[in-house]
Each structure stands twice: as C-alpha cells, then as structure tokens.
C-alpha cells in the first residue's frame, strides 16, 4: 500500500460514486472490496459515505444531486490543483467547459467540474483538510485513471497544456497514450471503443481476483463491459457497470 498525506499538483487524488441507489451501492461496493463505510449528513440533505480501507480513506459515494438527476449514475475522478477557481478558468481558456465553478466543499477543500474540449467531465480538487485518498494502489483501492475518447488529439493537447503531462505512446500499435509527470505515470488515453458512448474518464480499481469481483457484479445485477482479459505489461483486468449503471474497472497487475 502506497500511503498519502499530500498529493502532487496534477495527480489523481480522489473518486466519489454519483448513484441512484445509495444503499444498493454501499452493499455492493463494501463486499467486493472490503471497504468499511462511514455516512456523513450533507448540508442541505442527502448523505456522502465515505469508504474505508485499514483505516485510511479510499473512495466514497453520495446520492445524485438535484442537477444530476437524469444522468446515467458514474463515478467522478478528481484531479489535485493549488487553486480550483484558476485551473477551471485555465481549462475554459484551453476549449473546456466549467461545469460547476469553484465552490467550497465545507472545510475539507474547494473544487470545480470541467468538461475537456471532447466532453469528458472531471473535477479538480484544491485540498484544504482532506487531500483525497489516504491511500492507493494495493486492492481496494484506487489504481488506475483512463480516458476514452473520439478525438485523442484534442484531449491530449488539453491536458498536457492544463497540467504539463507529456504524452508517452504504449504497446506496440501505440495506440495508448499514457500521460507522465516526470517519470510519473499519472492516467492514460485511449480511443473510445463503442459508438454512441459518451466520452469519459474511467477509473480501476486493484483486485486480488478479477474473476471474483466479475462473478459478483453480476450476480448483483450487474454486467461486464469488457471480460476479464490479460493483457500484457499491464495484467489482468475487467470493465463492469454495477446494477445501477455506473461503469468502473479491476485490475490485477502483472506483478501482484
């Protein structure tokens, strides 16, 4: 386990659960990762429940807001900045769209929600007493943040200029994209693979057994989008849409 008290300008940091279901999606989630979880009240209603691994915050999921409504349920990635208000207008001035303009989230940071230039939306996070994940990488717990989209070039100008990533072409067709920071390996790009899916960011999950947390999803209801499958350097992996539709995937590295 890699754990965090900080987390670099530019890095992933976080990821909440927009759901239809709260309850269903507790129960789902807690039993194929072994997440505890703790429901905080929202002001002004609903609740955000924080979930939990060896103690250390890992991820969390709160009811649809009002302006969700409508929307298919998903997973939101957050992207640790200095200054939420400036990236946002940053990312407007680069193609993006705000979606949500800087708003203070209580005393634990402040953050906005963007659209890149493709319509991929994420959020960016200034911490202020909570910096996001406490800890990532080992099962569990967050591992992995990807883009599909339909024009790669598009997205891939926006994000090296909004946060400095150098583009890194993987495998041997190069048809990956894998944004770096350094040597850091931060996400990765790739073509959208199904007509008529919208862009979007998503995010895996390590697993001890992909198979298993396959065979679960399913049996609650789910579906797979992608089977497991191995892949080389990388390990094996799936894509699965939980019972109320929202997409995320599972891997198991090579060296795990």
């Known amino acids: 386990m890699t754990e965090f008290t900080k987390h670099e300008e530019g890095t992933f940091s976080w990821a909440d659960l927009s759901t ?21 009240d929202i002001p002004g209603g609903g ?6 691994l060896n103690g250390k915050d890992v991820a969390a999921a709160g009811g649809q807001r009002e302006e969700e409504k409508g929307m298919p349920p998903h997973w939101n990635v957050y992207v640790t900045v200095a200054d939420a208000e400036q990236k946002a207008k940053e990312a407007e001035s680069l193609g993006g769209t705000i979606l949500a303009p800087a708003f203070d989230v209580m005393e634990y940071g402040r953050m906005a929600v963007i659209a890149d230039p493709t319509g991929a939306v994420f959020c960016v996070w200034e911490p202020k007493t909570n910096i996001g994940a406490q800890a990532m990488g080992d099962p ?4 992995w943040f990807e883009l599909l989209t339909n024009d790669t070039a598009k997205a891939g100008t926006f994000y090296s200029e909004l946060f400095g990533y150098k583009l890194q072409p993987f495998g041997d067709d190069g048809t990956y994209t894998v944004f770096m920071q350094g040597e850091t390996q931060i996400g990765g790009m790739m073509t959208a693979p199904m007509e008529g899916v919208p862009n979007y960011w998503g995010l895996y999950f390590a697993a001890e057994d992909v ?12 579906q797979a989008m992608m089977e497991p499958t191995d892949m080389p350097e990388v390990g094996r992996l799936a894509v699965l849409a939980d019972p109320q539709g929202a997409a ?6 090579p060296n795990n």
């Open 47 to 52: 609740v955000y429940a924080m979930f939990r």
């Open 211 to 222: 198979d298993k947390v396959h065979e679960k999803v399913k049996a609650a209801g789910g």
């Open 20 to 40: 239809s279901d709260l309850d269903a999606a507790i129960a789902l989630y807690t039993d194929l990762f072994g997440w505890d979880v703790d429901k905080e």
């Open 140 to 143: 569990g717990e967050l591992a």
């Open 248 to 253: 995320f995937g599972v891997i198991k590295g």
